[in-house]
């Protein structure tokens, strides 16, 4: 039976931030259960409601593995049936959100980027543990089953438009899918068009990085499968959301007047930018958490909103994450992350398995300025 969430008393300036699925591995968390049992509880508690209810999907269990002596990485989770890895982030996002609310950071606000908006809403009860796994599955399902890529640049808005532009018709159907903050976006499409734009940002010296995902999103041309995402989502039991949802893809707040199944739905094929919604989504903020495991939408929110401390604690440290959000004198003193001070640490935590391709990153992911002459430095990845 699914855990109904408990009454709080959450702190208003605190926000828990649900990522999207570019910035997800398990080292950091594999790290940090040793000395993190409310961790170690709230995965079990998660994902014996989350295993069970996926099996009909024909997804493999996620839990028990994770509690081996051997677990799995995130590329041997990829390599399984599609789902898998959506499960495995499902579960982890909620249950370091139920651990640090054990802690005692509790939030007063969530912000959710794409994907991350399904362990939210089940974090505020719309719907159970065992449906918001089965939405994490069948996404997984659907986009895997298009195919496609996604690319991230060490470019802004502008730039990217013209690198698009400039490469032609054989990447027409590459769109700028999202921005991270002005100096890096992502672009989404099809691979023989993706692979066309790769090869103009190496003739215009302009970073890049294809992220591990067999899929696009945020692509308008994965419309069918929204459709079929959205009548799935409909079988399923909603109720309105117990604490404020903010939806980076919406622009806006869930509230009981939201229509769930489509606000989900819109996330595979409409286009977001963080530097316009966060302000809106952390307003009043003074500590944004973030509940993955990597560090992508922390640093955005630090590039984006440099007056709200952003923490992501597997994979910054430390566990748990402070329950205050301390002025930057004692930021200094403790040696915390905070603004751009906390980029290039940031990055080195959520880094890429490999290296920027034809050029390294900047330290400071906040401010690429010139990325065709830019230092050498560690890499990142979509929020």
Excluded at 163 to 192: F, I, K, M, W, Y
Excluded at 289 to 309: D, K, N, Y
Aim: aromatic content about 4%.
């Amino acid at each position: 039976m699914s855990k109904a969430p408990r009454p709080v008393a959450a702190r208003a300036a605190t926000v828990h931030l649900f990522p999207g699925q570019g910035d997800f591995g398990l080292g950091p968390l594999l790290r940090t259960l040793p000395a993190a049992p409310s961790l170690r509880r709230a995965l079990a508690e998660v994902f014996e409601e989350a295993d069970r209810a996926v099996a009909e999907l024909g997804v493999a269990p996620v839990g028990p593995r994770l509690a081996a002596a051997t677990p799995p990485s995130a590329r041997e989770l990829a390599s399984e049936m599609p789902g898998t890895l959506q499960l495995a982030q499902f579960g982890v996002c909620l249950a370091v959100h139920r651990a640090l609310e054990e802690d005692g950071l509790i939030a007063g606000r969530f912000v959710s980027v794409s994907f991350g908006e399904i362990p939210a809403l089940t974090a505020v009860g719309s719907c159970s543990v065992a449906d918001g796994a089965r939405l994490a599955c069948r996404l997984g399902q659907l986009l895997t089953s298009h195919g496609g890529g996604m690319t991230l640049l060490a470019s802004g808005p502008f730039e990217t438009r013209r690198l698009l532009g400039q490469a032609g018709p054989d990447a027409a159907r590459t769109v700028l899918a999202c921005v991270n903050h002005a100096g890096e976006t992502v672009v989404s499409g099809p691979l023989p068009d993706l692979e066309a734009a790769e090869r103009r940002a190496a003739a215009m010296g302009v970073p890049y990085q294809r992220l591990r995902l067999p899929f696009m999103s945020h692509h308008p041309g994965l419309a069918e499968e929204a459709a079929a995402f959205e009548w799935y989502a409909r079988q399923l039991r909603w109720e309105p959301p117990r604490r404020p949802v903010f939806s980076a893809v919406a622009g806006r707040l869930h509230d009981a007047r939201t229509d769930l199944p489509k606000a989900l739905a819109h996330c595979l094929v409409k286009a977001f930018s963080l530097p316009t919604v966060l302000p809106s989504g952390l307003n009043g903020a003074a500590l944004a958490v973030e509940m993955g495991t990597g560090g992508a939408l922390a640093s955005a929110v630090r590039a984006v909103t440099p007056g709200v401390r952003a923490l992501a604690p597997l994979a910054e440290g430390p566990w748990p994450a402070p329950s205050s959000a301390p002025d930057s004198a004692s930021d200094a003193a403790s040696g915390a992350p905070s603004g751009t001070e906390g980029d290039a640490a940031a990055a080195t935590a959520r880094g890429f398995a490999e290296p920027w391709t034809h050029a390294a990153r900047p330290a400071r992911a906040a401010h690429v300025a010139r990325p065709h002459r830019p230092p050498s430095s560690s890499v990142g990845r979509k929020p």
